[in-house]
Every structure is written in C-alpha cells, then in structure tokens.
C-alpha cells in the first residue's frame, strides 16, 4: 500500500495574515499623543505647566536648583539618581513635597492646585528638609522658617562704631527661627538692637541674656524664644557675652 501525505497549501494563508496586519498598521493614528513624561530625557528634573506631563517643559540639570520658576508648575518627573525637594513657596519654604528618583507627581488633585513656589535636587531625601547650604563660609546667616529654610539673610560681620562690637545690629522685622553660625567665632544674640536685653524661657522661668552659638554650629531656634532677636556680636570666649 501506498501511502501519500497531503499537505495544506500556506501561501494564501500567509497572505491573508499579512493582509490584516497591513490594515492593522495602517489603521493606527500617525499622530497619537506620545506616553506621559515620555519626552523627559535620563537625567533631568523636568517641570510642566500642564497635568500629566504636558504643556511647555523646563528642565533642570541633576543637582541643580531654582528659586524662583517661572509660571506654572503642574506636574514633574524625575528622571535623575537625585531626591526632588518640591516647595511650595520661594527659597525653600513653605510645605513640602518629595520626589524619588526615577518617579512623577502630579500638583492639581480633586480640581485643587498645590502652588510651587522653588525646587532642588539633593543626593538623599533628609535634604530636603534644610536649606543651610545656601550659607557661605564666614557668613551668619538667619533664616525666616525652621531648618534654614525659608528666607535667607545674610549678615557679613562689622564692628559697629559706638560699642565696638563684632557683629550686627538690625530692625524689629527680623525675626529669625534658625541660624548657622559659619564663622571662626561663638555667636552671642540679644533681644535688643543695642547688644543688650534679657528675656524669660517661659518654660524653666529663668532670665537670661545673650543666646549663645556656637562657631560652625546651626540651629533652629527654641520656640521658648520669644523675643525677637535685634543684634549679634561675634565673640572668643562666651563668657565675653554680654
């Protein structure tokens, strides 16, 4: 017996696969939206103006910084090995919001607009939580908010002409929340623009005078602190406080 084996002819099978994966090419639309963030490249920090990515895109370099971004900022990605500090108001103040490297966020929830005021890029996310940096060395510098955050003012030391004090005298206005002493010498506050003044921790109830820091120390100062601090002196020995 003689056995034949029949096979299938596959041409116009073939051909009819390839025919409707032509037409499914060809039905799909040549200018769909592209994936959200999709145009941010590897190592940036890229702000919107719109939801999702869209709208016109700034972007910051990993490690950098603006104070001040201009117009809107309603959605961001990072796409860089750095922590994105997000605040909602200038120079590091106000709330915060984290980005982790690699992840998006989204600033307008439930129709509520969360206003972005500046934005870093650390190396660890416990960064985000100071703006000390901005500090040079040799500086005294007080900040408006806890942390070093917040407005900054920078005061470069000067021997005032009647007491002959190393320091600073300034308004009523300035009402520091912390400080970081980056000079060679202890930091002496006073209560008074004059040097002087004393004031009571309404915790222990005790008196004192001059609040002391250290050289190289920073600190946020203790809410017992009442008074606002008028002047500083710069000193060897904080016994030379007065």
């Avoid at 009571?200 to 005078?209: H, S």
Wanted: hydrophobic share 30%; aromatic share 10%; proline share 7%.
């Amino acid at each position: 017996m003689t056995t034949v084996r029949t096979h299938p002819r596959r041409g116009p099978l073939f051909a009819a696969v390839l025919a409707l994966l032509c037409s499914a090419f060809l039905a799909l639309p040549a200018n769909a939206d592209p994936a959200p963030y999709s145009d941010c490249g590897t190592g940036l920090f890229c702000v919107y103006d719109g939801s999702g990515g869209s709208g016109t895109r700034q972007d910051v370099a990993e490690g950098g910084k603006d104070e001040a971004p201009s117009g809107a900022v309603l959605s961001v990605r990072n796409n860089t090995r750095m922590w994105a500090c997000v605040y909602g108001a200038a120079r590091y103040g106000g709330g915060l919001q984290t980005v982790k490297p690699g992840n998006g966020d989204e600033y307008v929830t439930g129709g509520t607009r969360w206003v972005v005021g500046s934005y870093k890029l650390v190396p660890t996310r416990a960064l985000c939580f100071t703006g000390y940096e901005r500090c040079a060395d040799g500086d005294v510098c007080t900040f408006a908010e806890r942390n070093g955050r917040g407005a900054m003012t920078v005061h470069v030391p000067a021997v005032d002409p009647a007491t002959g004090n190393l320091g600073n005298s300034y308004g009523a206005e300035v009402a520091p929340r912390s400080v970081w002493n980056r000079t060679g010498r202890h930091l002496c506050f006073y209560p008074r623009p004059d040097y002087t003044g004393t004031w009571t921790d309404e915790n222990d109830k005790k008196t004192y005078g001059a609040y002391v820091v250290l050289r190289g120390d920073s600190i946020t100062l203790p809410p017992s602190l009442e008074v606002p601090l008028r002047s500083h002196e710069l000193v060897d020995g904080t016994s030379e406080c007065q």
